[in-house]
C-alpha cells in the first residue's frame, strides 16, 4: 500500500514538473534592426521583447513594444515612432508561429539545435506570413534562441519619404536574441 | 546694398544649415538623472494599468518614470525585471546603452530605483501563449537612479 502511494506521488511529481517545463519564456529578450542606406547606417535596439516558447507543441511567440526600441539619434528615434511605424496607432508587433522541426530539438540534452520557424508577423497593423531559421542553444535547461532575417518595410505599409530614400533602406535585418527559462506555473 | 543682401543670404543659409546638422546629429538624452514626471513603485504601476488601461496609457506612456521595486531578475546584457515574488506580472526595464554597468549596481531580492521612459504594456489574450506572462509594463532608456 505505502509503496503503491510513493510511485503515484513519484510519478504525479514527475508529471507536474515536466508539465511546468513545457514552456520557456522571456520578459526581457533582445531585437535590434539594422538598416543600410547608401549614405547612412542606422540600428535600434529592444530590450524587454516579451517570448515564449512551447516545447511540447512548437509553438512560438514574441511580442515587442515599438517605442521601447532604443537609438543613437534623436531625430531617428521621433521619425521612426512617429512617421514610420506610428507606435501610437500600432504599439506592438507580434509574431505568432511554429517551430517546424521541432521533434529535431531535444530540450533536456544541452547542445546546438537549428530550428525552422514558420509563422506570421505582424508590424504596423499589417500581417504577412515569415519563415526563417535559427539556433537553439539549450544549456542547463535554459534556452538562448538567436535569428537574423530580413524583412521589407515596404511589405509593412511603412512609408519612407523620397527625400529621406538615401537614409533608410528598404530591407531591415532583424536580430533576436532571447535568452529563456523554465515557465513555472 | 546688394553685396550685403548676399552676405546676409549666406550667412542665414550657413545658421540655418548648421542648426539642422545639429539637429540631425543630436543623441537621444540621457534621462536617467532627468527630473521625473512621475515617481511610482512597480506595484502602484502595474495596479493602474490593471485597473483602467486607456487611462494608464495616457498617464505614464512616453513619460520619464523614477520607478522602485523589488529585483527579480537581472539580465547582464542590459535588462532588469522588477516585481513581487509568486506574482507574473512585472516591470521590465531595458537600460539605456550609456547606463549597462548599473547591473553591477543591483542585487536580486533587494529594492532598487530605476528610470527610464514608460514604452509600453502588454497583457496577453486568453488562448495567447503570452498570456501566462501577466501584465507587462515596460521601460527603456533606463539606468538607476542616484540617491542624492
Known amino acids: 500500500m505505502l509503496k503503491n502511494l510513493i510511485v503515484v506521488t513519484a510519478l504525479v511529481l514527475t508529471a507536474s514538473v515536466s508539465f511546468a517545463q513545457d514552456k520557456f519564456y522571456t520578459k526581457t529578450g533582445k531585437i535590434s534592426f539594422l538598416s ?21 507543441t512548437g ?25 514610420y511605424v506610428e507606435s501610437d496607432k500600432y504599439p506592438k508587433s507580434e509574431f505568432k508561429g511554429t517551430i517546424t522541426n521541432n521533434s529535431a530539438i531535444n530540450y533536456k540534452k544541452d547542445g546546438t539545435y537549428n530550428a525552422k520557424v514558420k509563422g506570421q508577423l505582424t508590424i504596423h497593423g499589417v500581417t504577412k506570413d515569415v519563415e526563417t531559421t535559427g539556433t537553439f542553444k539549450i544549456n542547463g535547461g535554459k ?10 518595410i515596404s511589405d509593412y505599409n511603412i512609408k519612407i519619404p523620397s527625400i529621406v530614400k538615401e537614409k533608410v533602406s528598404n530591407t531591415i535585418k532583424i536580430t533576436v536574441d532571447c535568452n529563456l527559462e523554465p515557465l513555472k506555473s | 546694398m546688394k553685396r550685403i543682401i548676399l552676405i546676409g543670404f549666406v550667412l542665414v543659409i550657413a545658421i540655418g544649415g548648421w542648426y539642422a546638422y545639429k539637429m540631425y546629429q543630436q543623441k537621444t538624452p540621457d534621462v536617467v538623472n532627468q527630473h521625473p514626471e512621475v515617481v511610482i513603485s512597480a506595484k502602484e504601476l502595474l495596479d493602474a494599468f490593471d485597473k483602467d488601461t486607456a487611462a494608464a496609457r495616457k498617464q505614464y506612456i512616453d513619460k520619464i518614470i523614477e520607478v522602485s521595486g523589488n529585483v527579480k531578475r537581472i539580465d547582464t546584457t542590459g535588462s532588469v525585471v522588477l516585481g513581487e515574488d509568486g506574482s507574473a506580472s512585472e516591470v521590465t526595464v ?18 532598487a530605483v530605476l528610470q527610464g521612459v514608460c514604452s509600453g504594456y502588454d497583457k496577453g489574450n486568453g488562448d495567447d501563449l503570452l498570456a501566462s506572462l501577466g501584465t507587462t509594463i515596460e521601460l527603456r532608456s533606463a539606468g538607476v537612479k542616484e540617491k542624492k
Open chain 2, 94 to 111: 531595458g537600460l539605456d546603452r550609456r547606463h549597462l554597468k548599473d547591473v553591477e549596481k543591483l542585487k536580486t531580492g533587494s529594492v
Open chain 1, 143 to 152: 534556452i538562448d534562441a538567436t535569428s537574423t532575417f530580413n524583412v521589407l
Open chain 1, 36 to 56: 543600410q542606406a547608401p549614405i547612412e547606417e542606422i540600428e535600434a535596439k529592444n530590450k524587454t521583447v516579451t517570448a515564449v516558447v512551447d516545447s511540447k
Open chain 1, 59 to 83: 509553438a512560438i511567440q514574441f511580442a515587442v513594444q515599438m517605442k521601447g526600441f532604443e537609438f543613437e539619434k534623436q531625430l531617428m528615434q521621433q521619425h521612426f515612432n512617429e512617421n
